[in-house]
């Protein structure tokens, strides 16, 4: 079947094939949702709907929404072992993207998050309805036993995002029972020291984005075939053409690609792509 799950006040849609049918859905106050279904003995948890009170106080309210969430997590007594990836959705995120990474850097430090597992994540400018600065979703996976199912994947072709002060893993690997999953974080035109690629030409980008991705995938023993979700985003849209161009050159499926208007964490970066890769095993 198909386990879908929207988000109602900002931007959110992701899909997930499962072979269970049975997906529970359940809400907690300031209206925070949760959906969860078993698949392969193993169960994912998705929360969305994360946006704090709105302040004037952008960092406060990023700080206060991974507070939300780890509260979600205990309540469900769910480790951060289990904390697969999150999404923030960042209204002007030019403005305050730097007190974005130092807020997300403070509560995984409170949480010891840092020795445990960092999650892959997107952090994308799109706006909600609230106003609030930010919009957060996650997804968790447990399972039977006290195994990790979650486990880090490095980017041959970069360097840590930890390097540059943004607490996020390049990747990664969800050990699902039978099949394992890829997930790769929002990525973009970032080099081995961190420095953005290509300034001025969204067509380079894209190419050195996908030999990125792609080296991820292969380090894995993944390819673009097993890819069953992707995200891809410009801050103009006339720009999707390069990204078209290249999936036409390299005889690449876009069946499971979504593009879509979204601002990027740096004003240089013209294009960023997040994607899901499945094989069995």
């Not at 386990?3 to 049918?21: E, H, R, V």
């Not at 006290?146 to 930890?162: D, F, K, L, R, T």
């Not at 974080?185 to 961190?194: F, K, L, M, N, R």
């Not at 078209?244 to 013209?270: F, I, P, Q």
Request: aromatic content about 12%; overall charge negative.
């Amino acid at each position: 079947m198909l386990f879908s799950y929207g988000q109602q006040n900002s931007f959110d849609l992701q899909l997930i094939c499962t072979d269970d049918k049975d997906v529970v859905s359940e809400s907690s106050e300031n209206n925070i949702y949760c959906n969860s279904v078993e698949h392969n003995k193993r169960r994912l948890h998705y929360f969305y709907n994360i946006i704090p009170d709105k302040t004037n106080d952008c960092y406060d309210q990023a700080y206060r929404s991974f507070f939300m969430l780890g509260n979600l997590l205990k309540r469900k007594h769910i480790s951060y072992t289990s904390l697969a990836r999150t999404w923030l959705y960042l209204d002007s995120i030019l403005d305050w993207y730097d007190e974005l990474n130092r807020a997300r850097t403070d509560f995984y430090e409170k949480e010891d998050i840092f020795s445990i597992l960092i999650p892959a994540s997107t952090g994308i400018g799109v706006s909600n309805e609230l106003g609030s600065c930010i919009s957060l979703s996650a997804l968790a996976v447990t399972g039977e036993d006290a195994c990790q199912y979650v486990s880090p994947v490095e980017s041959p072709m970069q360097c840590s995002a930890v390097d540059y002060k943004s607490s996020f893993s390049r990747s990664v690997e969800i050990d699902l029972k039978g099949s394992k999953r890829l997930i790769i974080s929002g990525t973009a035109s970032i080099d081995e020291q961190g420095d953005t690629l290509y300034q001025v030409s969204a067509g380079k980008q894209v190419g050195h984005t996908m030999r990125v991705v792609n080296a991820i995938l292969d380090h894995k023993d993944y390819s673009w075939d097993n890819v069953v979700r992707a995200i891809v985003y410009f801050p103009d849209l006339s720009n999707r053409k390069y990204f078209d161009d290249y999936c036409k050159k390299n005889n690449l499926d876009r069946s499971a690609v979504l593009v879509v208007s979204g601002v990027v964490c740096r004003d240089n970066l013209l294009f960023e792509i997040e994607l899901d890769a499945v094989k069995s095993v």
